[in-house]
């Protein structure tokens, strides 16, 4: 049975199109990107998903989601844009206005991938990309960062729909976008 | 209206843990309070000024995001999202959570806020789980048709003269030289609907599409109760008693059955 640092740590690669939605609110846009991961003895899949407020575009989320067979979702590892500040359970707090990434313990990290993992620990992004991100940050400057974090192989493709569900420029766009045309 | 009036404002409630940041300025702030989520995130709580010493209160639509991390949108959570707000005195329009208040209820509308967001994780968790693999496996068997069939397929095909309310809609139909009419039955509703629909439609398509082959696809067969299960093989052809993973393999059957149904 892999453990959650083996599914982390395996290559991935992205599938294209887009999962498709039932449907959102005006409030946000949303892409999933189902990822191949040739881990031997995983089971279910493992989604990329994005979300991006439309009111406030540096209010995001991008994450790692995994689906196992006859067992609800759960997330692995979640990086958000601007939001309030949050405090972690050693006591430490991530200043409001400020991208940080909520990682798995390494408890969780050692253990069954299909375990509960609670993301209740966060880090603040700017130290552990060593390089400056843009103020406030948008998803596609955190991507490159997210992408290497969880070996995922690199795709243009990924980085198109990223500008796309940040600054739609229209409808059909964005649709080829979520395609990987 | 600035962050400093809004911020004095809430600590006459709250005391100094209370702080209002600017987001867009003059038009959107956001409202810190020592109110957080399971997660340990802070609860989402922005605020617009109006006029008349008016403010709107609203998550901009953020607890609708974080809870589609791991849950589809489908009617059934936003329909528990509304009732959650309703509860607090909030209403939930357009993906927003939201009040319309006078400046002296700021505090109580934001502590009303923070309350519905924290509920809406933990209430809506499990209540939508079942029906959101149901309306998954719907969305994932019509990709499937897409992929095989392309512009041969209709996606929820009604008869306009037959029904014009469109009260009984078909999944798909596609067109060719046998054509197939398709019911995808994740649930027993959508069971004994799919029967209904083929007893509306079936004539009208017969007519219109000589051979036209009645296909259902269910989620599980085995798991409806048995005489649901007898209506459906009844009035359909049941490939698959058991579709798992709507994948390309089911897509190479049902290209297969169109060719030679």
């Not at chain 1, 979300?51 to 979640?78: A, H, W």
């Not at chain 2, 100094?16 to 409202?31: D, E, P």
């Not at chain 2, 991390?69 to 209403?91: C, F, K, M, P, S």
Request: with cysteine.
């Amino acid at each position: 049975m892999p453990t959650l640092q083996d599914i982390l740590a395996a290559p991935k690669t992205v599938n294209w199109p887009a999962k498709g939605k039932i449907k959102s609110p005006p409030t946000q846009v949303d892409a999933d990107l189902e990822l191949s991961c040739g881990v031997s003895g995983m089971r279910g899949q493992l989604v990329l998903y994005v979300r991006v407020n439309t009111i406030l575009p540096e209010s995001f989320s991008i994450g790692l989601r995994l689906e196992p067979q006859g067992k609800k979702p759960s997330l692995l590892v979640r990086l958000n844009g601007w939001h309030g500040p949050h405090p972690n359970p050693d006591g430490t707090i991530i200043p409001g206005h400020t991208a940080h990434i909520h990682l798995p313990t390494a408890k969780e990290l050692a253990g069954d991938y299909t375990g509960k993992v609670e993301l209740r620990t966060a880090v603040e992004l700017q130290p552990l990309v060593g390089l400056v991100l843009p103020s406030p940050p948008d998803v596609v400057s955190v991507w490159p960062f997210f992408q290497q974090y969880l070996n995922i192989a690199p795709d243009p493709r990924v980085t198109t729909l990223l500008s796309e569900l940040c600054d739609s420029t229209s409808q059909q766009s964005l649709e080829d976008a979520l395609n990987g045309c | 209206m600035d962050a400093e009036h809004l911020t004095e404002r809430l600590r006459e409630g709250f005391g100094s843990s209370a702080k209002v940041t600017t987001r867009r300025a003059g038009r959107i702030f956001q409202i810190e309070l020592p109110a957080y989520l399971a997660d340990g995130d802070a609860a989402n709580i922005f605020v617009r000024p109006e006029p008349g010493g008016y403010v709107v209160v609203t998550d901009l639509g953020h607890t609708c995001m974080r809870l589609s991390y791991v849950r589809a949108l489908t009617g059934t959570v936003t329909d528990a999202v509304e009732q959650i707000a309703t509860r607090h005195g909030l209403r939930f329009e357009e993906g927003q959570i939201f009040a319309r208040v006078p400046l002296q209820d700021l505090f109580t509308t934001a502590l009303a806020l923070a309350q519905t967001q924290a509920e809406a994780e933990t209430a809506i968790a499990t209540r939508a789980t079942k029906e959101v693999s149901a309306e998954q496996f719907r969305t994932l068997v019509r990709e499937v048709l897409r992929e095989a069939f392309r512009d041969r397929v209709r996606l929820n095909y009604t008869d306009k003269e037959l029904d014009p309310e469109g009260l009984y809609p078909l999944d798909a139909v596609v067109e060719g030289p046998k054509p197939l009419a398709v019911a995808v039955i994740p649930s027993e509703a959508d069971a004994e609907r799919a029967v209904a629909t083929k007893f509306m439609l079936d004539s009208k398509l017969r007519e219109e599409r000589p051979g036209v082959k009645w296909l259902a696809l269910p989620r599980n067969l085995e798991k409806l109760p048995k005489k649901t299960q007898a209506r459906v093989e009844h009035a359909y052809h049941v490939p698959l008693r058991v579709i798992q993973h709507p994948n390309q393999q089911l897509a190479g059957m049902l290209r297969q059955m169109s060719v030679s149904a």
